[in-house]
């Protein structure tokens, strides 16, 4: 993933709401400490102290970031889990996937942390991976109050732009997606996102790019807008439909990118042209230098034999 536009690879940023079911129970003693807080509870491996330390220090601020993007005042205690290693995380969520760092469980309050990533990405990586995972906690007292779900694409977008401008993965494909009518159908991205690792990213960057949409469209205040309508009873897409006016969202917001972008995708084609030109300039003046210097060696020999006729031997 990557911020502000500060870049990390996906792999320091990605949390999961589909996600196995935890395995910390069976592995408890991977955790070794326990530190508390407002509203927090943090158990840590062996060589996370560091970064319970800097959780607690760090939780106030992700919670109200949480609490104030929705629109909410609902506070739980979460439960944090942190893992020095990638096979203490992966046992404990029981997670294939290479390039996740954070896991929530909103129906459980609770997050879990590669905390060995954020020892390579250092302090921020950790603190907007702690960030996006509370917007997801956050998400799943809304599902608990109402018994509503938001789908994960507009969850996992909200959850992008908590932690700043984001980019996540190679930063040209919602661009080539966008101009080339390859976008990923949002009602496939309700649930689930694909676990192919570029079908993934492309699926985190149309979910913030979704988010962006509302927020430039139609208002600071629209995500809260749809909570708070969700509160009252609506279903998300009756709650999305009251704030943009229509029902036709997915079809404004793929115009809004395509707008968006047109220019950049000019000049990535160009330069893609360009570099193919200009490797077919290079191969072929190699081919030319190759044959140039055969006919020179021919010539050569047919000169020196011209030379030898009038040798005896």
Request: some cysteine.
């Given at each position: 993933?990557?911020?502000?536009?500060?870049?990390?690879?996906?792999?320091?940023?990605?949390?999961?709401?589909?996600?196995?079911?935890?395995?910390?129970?069976?592995?408890?003693?991977?955790?070794?400490?326990?530190?508390e807080?407002?509203?927090?509870?943090?158990?840590?491996?062996?060589?996370?102290?560091?970064?319970a330390?800097?959780?607690?220090?760090?939780?106030?601020?992700?919670?109200?970031?949480?609490?104030?993007?929705?629109?909410?005042?609902?506070?739980?205690?979460?439960?944090?889990?942190?893992?020095?290693?990638?096979?203490?995380?992966?046992?404990?969520?029981g997670?294939t996937?290479?390039?996740?760092?954070?896991?929530?469980?909103?129906?459980?309050?609770?997050?879990?942390?590669?905390?060995?990533?954020?020892?390579?990405?250092?302090?921020?990586?950790?603190?907007?991976?702690?960030?996006?995972?509370?917007i997801?906690?956050?998400?799943?007292?809304?599902?608990?109050?109402?018994?509503?779900?938001?789908?994960?694409?507009?969850?996992?977008?909200?959850?992008?732009?908590?932690?700043?401008?984001?980019?996540?993965?190679?930063?040209?494909?919602?661009?080539?997606?966008a101009?080339?009518?390859?976008?990923?159908?949002?009602?496939?991205?309700?649930?689930?996102?694909?676990?192919?690792?570029?079908?993934?990213?492309?699926?985190?960057?149309?979910g913030?790019?979704?988010?962006?949409f509302?927020?430039?469209?139609?208002?600071?205040?629209?995500?809260?807008?749809?909570?708070?309508?969700?509160?009252?009873?609506?279903?998300?897409?009756?709650a999305?439909?009251?704030?943009?006016?229509?029902?036709?969202?997915?079809?404004?917001?793929?115009?809004?990118?395509?707008?968006?972008?047109?220019?950049?995708?000019?000049?990535?084609?160009?330069?893609?042209?360009?570099?193919?030109?200009?490797?077919?300039?290079?191969?072929?003046?190699?081919?030319?230098?190759?044959?140039?210097?055969?006919?020179?060696?021919?010539w050569?020999?047919?000169?020196?034999?011209?030379?030898?006729?009038?040798?005896?031997?």
């Amino acid at each position: 993933m990557t911020t502000g536009t500060t870049h990390f690879a996906v792999i320091s940023v990605v949390a999961a709401l589909a996600a196995p079911a935890l395995h910390s129970a069976a592995h408890a003693e991977d955790l070794v400490g326990m530190a508390e807080g407002p509203n927090v509870v943090i158990h840590y491996a062996k060589g996370a102290e560091k970064w319970a330390e800097l959780a607690l220090e760090l939780f106030p601020g992700a919670n109200k970031n949480a609490l104030d993007t929705l629109g909410m005042t609902t506070n739980r205690t979460v439960t944090i889990h942190l893992y020095a290693t990638r096979q203490g995380y992966r046992r404990a969520t029981g997670t294939t996937q290479l390039d996740t760092l954070g896991v929530a469980y909103p129906d459980r309050n609770q997050i879990v942390i590669d905390c060995s990533e954020a020892d390579l990405y250092g302090n921020n990586s950790f603190k907007v991976t702690l960030k996006h995972e509370m917007i997801h906690v956050a998400f799943g007292r809304l599902t608990a109050r109402t018994g509503r779900r938001v789908p994960l694409w507009f969850n996992e977008g909200v959850a992008c732009r908590a932690m700043g401008r984001l980019t996540l993965g190679d930063p040209k494909l919602l661009v080539r997606a966008a101009n080339t009518d390859s976008l990923l159908p949002l009602a496939e991205l309700a649930y689930r996102f694909p676990r192919t690792k570029v079908e993934r990213e492309l699926a985190y960057q149309q979910g913030e790019s979704t988010v962006r949409f509302l927020l430039d469209e139609y208002g600071a205040e629209s995500i809260k807008r749809i909570v708070d309508r969700m509160d009252r009873g609506f279903t998300f897409d009756e709650a999305l439909a009251e704030v943009i006016g229509a029902r036709d969202f997915e079809v404004r917001w793929a115009r809004y990118v395509r707008r968006k972008y047109p220019l950049l995708a000019m000049i990535w084609n160009f330069f893609s042209i360009f570099t193919a030109l200009a490797l077919f300039v290079i191969f072929a003046y190699a081919v030319y230098r190759v044959r140039r210097r055969r006919t020179r060696r021919r010539w050569e020999q047919e000169e020196q034999q011209d030379d030898d006729s009038d040798l005896y031997y």
